[in-house]
T-cell receptor
Framework: KNQVEQSPQSLIILEGKNCTLQ??????????LRWYKQDTGRGPVSLTI?????NTKSNGRYTATLDADTKQSSLHITASQLSDSASYIC?????????????FGRGTSLIVHP | GAGVSQSPSNKVTEKGKDVELRCDPI?????LYWYRQSLGQGLEFLIY????????KSGLPSDRFSAERTGGSVSTLTIQRTQQEDSAVYLC?????????????FGPGTRLTVT
């Protein structure tokens, strides 16, 4: 069964600090992995996307890594800001019958305190 | 606006009633997805439309759930004889193509509460 596990479930950090969120997956065959940011009451917004051949992808203060061998990904947030408070969701897409059905992790809830 | 819109934003219904949730995707996007997000859970895939192809309904939890996409644009998710366990946020997303690299753009969701 395709699964995406994220850790930690929740995280509280002080403004300006860095943090790293983890994602392990068992989706096969693998197509790509995305990290989404979901603000409260809003739909998720894509931060990064990586295929199996990509190890690192950055988007501003967000840097995602992917190890396709160990099926692990991380999202590193540098110099956190209050606006980073959100749920961060790891999404892995496989290939099924020609379509791409993603598997979502439960997300990591990040709270940035001033 | 140019984003994905959903209506209503909130819906409270009594157990046993039918509900319809609407999604207006980004113009020109051929792929459309419906998801369900329960409290403390990850997004659960429900159904996927791609152009004129037959939809992928593999995620629908029961035959009480159905969805249509008319004219390749607006989609309606219908839940018949609602149950309390149907309470969740229902999210719609669209993407330019069906390819796995095509980013999905999400709407704000419809929060459904079944009393």
């Amino acid at each position: 069964k395709n699964q995406v596990e994220q850790s930690p479930q929740s995280l509280i950090i002080l403004e300006g600090k860095n943090c790293t969120l983890q994602c392990n997956y068992t989706v096969s065959p693998f197509s790509n992995l995305r990290w989404y940011k979901q603000d409260t009451g809003r739909g998720p917004v894509s931060l990064t996307i990586m295929t199996f051949s990509e190890n690192t992808k950055s988007n501003g203060r967000y840097t995602a890594t992917l190890d396709a061998d160990t099926k692990q990904s991380s999202l590193h947030i540098t110099a956190s800001q209050l606006s980073d408070s959100a749920s961060y969701i790891c999404v892995v897409s496989g290939a099924s019958g020609g379509s791409y059905i993603p598997t979502f992790g439960r997300g990591t809830s990040l709270i940035v305190h001033p | 606006g140019a984003g994905v819109s959903q209506s209503p934003s909130n819906k409270v219904t009594e157990k046993g009633k039918d509900v319809e949730l609407r999604c207006d995707p980004i113009s020109g996007h051929t792929a459309l997805y419906w998801y369900r997000q329960s409290l403390g859970q990850g997004l659960e895939f429900l159904i996927y439309f791609q152009g004129n192809s037959a939809p992928d309904k593999s995620g629908l939890p029961s035959d009480r759930f159905s969805a249509e996409r008319t004219g390749g644009s607006v989609s309606t998710l219908t839940i018949q004889r609602t149950q309390q366990e149907d309470s969740a946020v229902y999210l719609c997303a669209s993407s330019a193509t069906s390819g796995g690299r095509s980013e999905q753009y999400f709407g704000p969701g419809t929060r459904l509460t079944v009393t």
